[in-house]
């Protein structure tokens, strides 16, 4: 008796179909790893967001904030080396954002010392005006105003003005020359 196996021809041909599907997407897997360009606009880009927030005054008024910028760019010049764009396109956008927020910060630093100091100024121009006004006979109040205006004195020739009406109420002029006689 004869026994008619099955061929296995059929078998060994999807396994050779499968391992050349495998080996197509390896290759294109590394070839769209490698097609990413280098991501040289976002380095140049951190890198001028980095000399920004240093010309604001960083490393005065926000030192850790532009210590972490200074390190996402070493580490995004690392992965360009070693041609990891990807990563390094990642990380040169994490300096810029770091970057851009020690540069707000180091605005505000100085901007809140330029108000100390105009305070500051303006406590000892105080103690100079009082002191300046020491010897004066009137007593200067605590709540001076540079807008105040100071009225003019009454004329001292008010002999022949009728003196005010009682209640502080006014009365129509008598002019004989507007047309009335």
Not at 68 to 74: C, I
Not at 123 to 142: F, K, L, Q, Y
């Amino acid at each position: 008796m004869v026994h008619n196996l099955p061929s296995k021809a059929p078998y060994r041909r999807g396994r050779r179909l499968l391992a050349t599907a495998a080996l197509g997407l390896a290759i294109a897997t590394l070839a769209g790893c490698a097609s990413t360009p280098p991501p040289n606009g976002t380095m140049n880009q951190a890198l001028s967001q980095l000399q920004a927030a240093r010309d604001a005054g960083a490393a005065d008024y926000a030192p850790v904030d532009l210590d972490m910028a200074q390190g996402k760019f070493s580490q995004a010049q690392k992965a360009m080396a070693s041609r990891k764009y990807d990563e390094a396109a990642l990380l040169a956008d994490e300096s810029a954002a770091d970057s851009e927020l020690a540069r707000a910060k180091a605005r505000l630093g100085a901007a809140r010392a330029q108000n100390q100091a105009k305070s500051k100024e303006n406590s000892r121009m105080r103690v100079e005006m009082i002191d300046n006004h020491a010897n004066d006979t009137v007593p200067i109040p605590n709540n001076v105003q540079e807008t105040e205006t100071v009225l003019p004195e009454a004329p001292a020739d008010t002999g022949n003005m009728p003196p005010p009406p009682p209640g502080g109420e006014t009365q129509p002029l008598n002019d004989n020359q507007g047309g009335q006689q």
